[in-house]
């Protein structure tokens, strides 16, 4: 799939050091951090595709950062573009002020819920959960219990995401990280005992489906035990003397649960989640707010490329951060459309507010019934929307009936459904 990199000549690029012209347009190819399957179709005046090349590597080498991970050894270069990023990541998902108005606090709860959703859906979804978005949501909501595989992934997803949020000040362990496969992959394998366990075997590969073509074969499973030993010791020591910015060890730490491939299923989600879990453990709270799987499902071949560019790239892990900071910076955008677009909505609420006797929750029901006239909540979907106690949504939903605005349809001798009433409309005119 990956067309192999030549060999570089770095001798022959050091004559060009002092040029600034190419120095600019070596500092253009590396923000953009572009592999050899794009840079051999650049130009630059007489220079060869090769001798590009060359003046690029020679760039990269000069500055690469170095991981080891027991014998394994990986590189980085923190490029510009990958400074400024950083810096703009720090002011709007850190602990700071900036950040503490990207999400009115009011609302914080409701957009909360919804963002755990799509995460769950998307990285399912991203490994092979066949369902719809509007679906799947109803599901969540609702607790209803799930009916094929893809069902279970996506509840194992939501749980998994909950657990780390409640959790995510924690240290990682192996044992940590084999509960996160086991919530994650529970009755999704078809062997049980894989759930929650390391390999034991070395036919497990990552494939091309589309043309069977093996794109990973992963290391050895007698290494895994010593791979995610080391692998928790960079995730929670923090080396003074070796500093990596948290969110590009993050990124790093998603790399390597990938590339490691300690389990025989589910290694994507769980990489995902570990990186969720990274960032909350280092205070950028705003993480669970972002669908990354969501940004990443849609540009899957370009998340899949920069694996492989950094493997066919002597371990050169900066294709993957490039790819991954590029991913964040669309979340994030995304999360203020959404945020945006939920305060025009609020500001339809507020027209329910008027009514007598409508508290906000309830303003919000009426104006998702004045939307969809065909949907139908239950008590344990209302109190999941809005993060509140069955009690308190049983409550808003009995008044909501008592003013004539919803008709309440048993479904058992406890159980109870609610629809809008015939009269919705007239009581709203």
């Not at 049983?394 to 008592?402: G, I, K, S, Y």
């Amino acid at each position: 799939m990956i067309e192999t990199t030549p060999s570089y000549d770095i001798n022959e690029a050091l004559g060009r050091m002092n040029d600034s012209a190419i120095a600019s347009k070596i500092k253009e190819i590396n923000n953009a951090y572009l592999y050899w399957d794009k840079i051999k179709y650049k130009k630059l005046g007489t220079l060869t595709a090769q001798q590009i090349w060359n003046s690029t590597k020679l760039v990269r080498l000069i500055n690469y950062k170095n991981i080891t991970l027991h014998n394994h050894h990986f590189n980085y270069y923190n490029t510009d573009f990958i400074q400024k990023s950083l810096h703009q990541f720090d002011m709007h998902i850190g602990g700071y002020l900036g950040a503490k108005s990207v999400i009115p606090e009011n609302d914080k709860t409701r957009y909360l819920v919804s963002s755990i959703m799509e995460e769950a859906i998307s990285s399912s979804i991203m490994e092979g959960a066949a369902t719809t978005r509007k679906k799947a949501k109803e599901m969540l909501r609702k607790e209803i219990k799930p009916k094929n595989k893809s069902d279970q992934m996506i509840v194992n997803n939501y749980h998994t995401i909950n657990h780390i949020v409640h959790h995510k000040t924690h240290d990682l362990t192996p044992e940590n990280l084999l509960n996160i496969h086991h919530l994650m992959c529970n009755k999704t394998l078809e062997n049980k005992a894989e759930e929650g366990a390391f390999r034991q075997s070395d036919d497990v590969y990552v494939v091309n489906h589309s043309s069977s073509e093996v794109v990973h074969t992963p290391p050895k499973h007698e290494e895994i035990n010593k791979l995610i030993e080391k692998l928790c010791i960079f995730f929670n020591a923090d080396n003074e003397d070796d500093f990596i910015h948290p969110i590009l060890k993050g990124i790093i730490i998603h790399f390597l649960i990938g590339w490691i491939h300690p389990f025989t299923d589910g290694n994507g989600r769980t990489a995902r989640a570990l990186f969720y879990w990274y960032l909350l453990k280092k205070g950028y709270w705003l993480t669970e707010y972002l669908s990354i799987s969501k940004i990443i499902q849609g540009s899957k071949n370009q998340y899949e490329k920069a694996y492989l560019y950094t493997e066919h790239d002597e371990m050169d892990l900066t294709y993957f951060i490039t790819y991954h900071i590029d991913v964040m910076h669309k979340a994030i955008d995304a999360l203020k459309k959404y945020i945006k677009e939920k305060q025009k909505e609020n500001l339809q609420v507020v027209q329910f507010l008027k009514l007598e006797n409508v508290n906000e929750r309830q303003a919000q029901i009426l104006k998702m019934l004045y939307d969809e006239p065909e949907i139908v909540f239950s008590v344990k979907e209302i109190a999941n929307i809005f993060s509140v106690a069955n009690y308190t949504a049983r409550t808003d939903l009995t008044n909501l009936v008592a003013m004539g605005y919803l008709q309440m349809i048993p479904v058992n001798n406890v159980k109870s459904n609610f629809i809008r009433s015939e009269k919705f409309n007239s009581l709203l005119n």
